[in-house]
């Protein structure tokens, strides 16, 4: 490993004790501009050993791992949003700044891992300067040089390193290269930071800051003694955010009397540091001239954003997803819930007849039968979406539809947090803050829900199920794979419809540009697949299950008891019966356990709103379910599996107990006007609560969820009666 020559005679001082070390947990800040492979490196470094959060006040994600650097010490690298300068726009670069101008309070960065591109490395090289003249410790993680090199580019580290006064390790997250030279030069950084001897203040300047403003600079230097003279140019553009309200005066002071000129200073200075980009790039890089031959990734966009033929594509690669979906969950999902039928029968002749051997059969595993069941489908999705994440696809599927947003009244950068909807609204709606037009991102927001998020994933799967035959057409197109994808496109379909019809009443008068930056396509990383279907597959078990466990359990009470003494009355007139024909036990049971369902709390809740769903084919069972799933969809399932276990004691599957189901007039429950009613109905109802508080955070009001729960009823019912008559 290589140091700047400035301070590389000072390295015996990195033979200070680890013990110094041992005493704290080291904070490492992982930056870099977006598509840059910061999160590949991320996820190579912790593995498994990460969580996701939200950085304290602001609604954006706060990614956090652990992993060994030295003596098996644990450090914590806190990935922050991907930026591509120190001047912040949007709400998630400026948690990035905060963390970067040691202005965050709760999140602090003892040294920053600098990850670049290097087959782009001047456009990285603005930010990457900026790092160091905050002088802090840094080491620059060069990555995608592989990529460089099919580019014909050849980089100089030695002299990079050099130059920049900084450790440049080349590595290969994707391939597990050059982690290991990473690791050291992290170690030697500690070690000089913890030292007395701390090498980023031996740094050069890469621009001559003082120039910009010397009078200012000095001043706030004076005030501040802590800050590098780069740090205090931020401080004087930026103070009401970086420092207390206390200080805001004093500097807004100095800003008036050496007349700083916030504006004028950022131009001198990017001016300044695209004049050294330009050499550098001279002195450490070799690349090819602009005639020599286009990339690879050129010649595929002329095939997948073609614009008659990348629209086709889209939709085989669409249509290709949710074939998936279905083709690969079949047996997993099968022999889960097998077993769980099997567990159920054990249970029923191991255990005594009594309240709380009902309780773990028919509420405990019930509902975790309602949980698990899905976990295969979960998985296949969102492994697929990752594979179409790290491909480069995903960008390209923004790119293709921005023209079709416009049309509707939406922001280019709709795209993004509407294709994030298919996971999970959530988050998506959070997303949409990187949208500066507060009238379009509040129409995105709105819309957004519509999408099929993965909470519906279950409701949709055991509906198609019931009623939709499992065909094959040409021996290899599912004609469930077929329904659930048309679900999907209906939920587009009317996010794009409802989106139009509000931008009217939404007057939308700026206008706004969408800029993407497309990545190179690249071979999906097979462990990052692999780490995101184990952490979705956590995330649903973990925070869906609690939901659906609680309720689940809360159902059984709801639907083994009820008032007064109806209940019992049913109990003493059915045991009169089975004495005096016990041939008919079973069946006895069965019927007596539909009437000990009809006088319970949860019977009598269903019954109350069955007249309302009557309309749309559904029973007052599925009205309880519609309850219920308010607090998440994918509780409709848990709902029934409940419901239905409480009513029959078998060993039959959930699917098989649907299937049986019947109206009191001995009609089929679950007919294919009735099912597709109830899907058309989920696709389009606001059956989330998270969401609605989501709203309610970022607009700050109660205005919108109110609107937006009610407009989701509204068309959710108009549309289930109207699929309900067409089919009947």
């Known amino acids: 490993m290589k140091f700047c020559s400035r301070y590389r005679n000072q390295l015996p001082l990195y033979a200070v004790s680890f013990a110094a070390l041992s005493k704290q947990q080291y904070h490492i800040a992982l930056v870099g501009n977006p598509n840059s492979g910061k999160s590949s490196l991320f996820n190579a470094l912790t593995g498994l050993n990460q969580k996701v959060g939200n950085f304290p006040g602001v609604t954006v994600d706060k990614k956090t791992g652990i992993y060994s650097i030295i003596n098996e010490k644990d450090t914590e690298l806190i990935d922050l949003p991907g930026t591509y300068s120190l001047y912040p726009r949007r709400s998630d670069e400026w948690v990035a700044y905060k963390v970067l101008m040691g202005a965050d309070t709760d999140v602090k960065a003892d040294m920053v891992i ?8 001047k456009r990285n090289l603005l930010f990457c300067s900026q790092i160091v003249d905050l002088k802090i410790p840094v080491v620059m993680a060069l990555t995608m040089n592989d990529l460089a090199a099919k580019k014909d580019i050849k980089i100089d580290i030695a002299k990079l390193e ?12 994707r391939k597990n290269k050059g982690l290991g030279d990473l690791k050291k030069a992290i170690a030697k950084q500690i070690l000089s930071s913890t030292s007395d001897f701390n090498a980023a203040s031996l740094k050069p ?3 001559e800051i003082e120039k910009l403003a010397p ?11 802590a800050l590098s003279k780069y740090a205090a140019i931020h401080h004087l553009i930026n103070y009401d955010e970086l420092q207390s309200a206390s200080e805001h005066a004093r500097i807004e002071s100095m800003v008036t009397k050496h007349q700083f000129n916030p504006t004028k200073t950022q131009a001198e200075e990017i001016m300044q540091r695209y004049t050294h980009i330009r050499q550098l790039m001279k002195q450490c890089v070799i690349e090819p001239g602009p005639l020599d031959k286009k990339m690879y990734s050129d010649k595929i966009d002329q095939v997948l954003l ?11 690669v669409l249509f290709l997803l949710f074939q998936s979906v279905f083709a690969l969950a079949t047996y997993p999902m099968d022999l889960i819930e097998s077993g769980f039928a099997r567990v159920s029968s054990w249970l029923t002749i191991q255990l005594p007849d009594a309240w709380w051997s009902n309780l773990m059969i028919n509420g405990f595993v019930a509902g975790l039968s309602g949980i698990l069941v899905f976990v295969p489908q979960i998985m296949i999705l969102f492994g697929l979406i990752t594979m179409l994440e790290d491909s480069g696809y995903m960008a390209r599927i923004g790119f293709l539809s921005d023209r079709l947003m416009r049309k509707v009244g939406l922001n280019g950068k709709s795209v993004m947090p509407m294709i994030s909807s298919f996971a999970c609204a959530v988050p998506a709606i959070m997303s949409a803050r990187n949208i500066e037009n507060k009238k379009e991102r509040l129409l995105t927001i709105l819309v957004t829900p519509l999408m099929s998020c993965s909470a519906r994933l279950p409701v949709y799967t055991i509906l198609i199920a019931l009623v939709i035959d499992d065909r094959y057409y040409f021996g290899f197109i599912s004609l469930q794979g077929l329904v659930m994808m048309a679900l999907y496109f209906l939920g587009t379909f009317m996010a794009l419809f409802v989106s139009y019809i509000l931008k009217w009443f939404i007057n939308i008068k700026e206008k706004s540009f969408f800029i993407l930056e497309l990545p190179l396509y690249r071979s999906p990383r097979w462990k990052n697949v692999g780490i995101t279907m184990v952490e979705k597959a956590r995330i649903f078990v973990s925070d869906a299950g609690k939901v659906i466990m609680i309720i689940s359990l809360l159902l059984w009470f709801l639907s083994s008891f009820g008032p007064g003494k109806a209940i019992d009355q049913v ?13 008919s036990k079973d069946s006895l049971k069965r019927v007596a356990s539909a009437e000990k369902l009809q006088h319970s709390y949860a019977g009598i809740l269903g019954k109350a709103i069955e007249p309302a769903i009557a309309p749309l084919g559904y029973d007052w069972k599925i009205g309880i379910a519609l309850i219920t799933s308010f607090a998440a969809r994918e509780v409709f399932v848990g709902t029934m599996a409940t419901l239905y276990s409480v009513e029959a004691d078998d060993d039959q599957s959930l699917r098989a107990k649907l299937q049986a189901a019947t109206h009191e007039d001995g009609r089929k429950v679950y ?4 099912a597709l009613s109830l899907m058309v109905f989920y696709v389009l109802a606001m ?37 309900y008559v067409l089919f009947s």
């Open 162 to 173: 050099k130059e920049l006064g900084i450790p440049v390790v080349a590595v290969n997250p």
């Open 671 to 674: 007919t294919l006007p009735a």
């Open 205 to 207: 300047d890469f621009i």
């Open 215 to 225: 009078a200012a600079i000095a001043e706030m230097q004076s005030s501040f003694p």
């Open 114 to 121: 600098l990850v670049a591109d290097a087959s782009n490395l």
């Open 306 to 316: 073609h614009r008659t033929w990348g629209y086709v594509i889209l939709l085989a």
């Open 571 to 583: 109990e003493n007139k059915y045991a009169t019966m089975i004495q005096a024909a016990p041939a």
């Open 687 to 723: 059956q989330c609560m998270s969401t609605l508080a989501i709203v309610k955070r970022e607009t700050k009001t109660w205005k919108w969820p109110a609107f937006q729960f009610a407009y989701m009823t509204v068309l959710a019912y108009g549309m289930s009666w109207l699929v």
